[in-house]
């Protein structure tokens, strides 16, 4: 059963996301914070994974 209190799972889109399993947040690809799905702003079409901030996003495209 998938449970809308746990991670959920997107398929990341160029102009948003869309819902796997259902959740309440994601997790950073980078930092490991949780990051509730209506504060959800970067993310990585081609990796398929979120950031917390423009900071993270940066970070890992950047490869630190």
Do not use: H, T
Request: proline letters at 8%; glycine letters at 8%.
């Amino acid at each position: 059963m998938n449970s809308p209190e746990g991670a959920a799972v997107l398929r990341y889109e160029p102009n948003g996301f869309s819902m796997v399993k259902r959740g309440k947040f994601v997790v950073c690809a980078v930092s490991g914070e949780q990051i509730p799905l209506d504060a959800l702003r970067y993310w990585s079409v081609e990796r398929q994974e979120p950031y917390a901030s423009p900071e993270m996003a940066a970070k890992r495209l950047l490869g630190q």
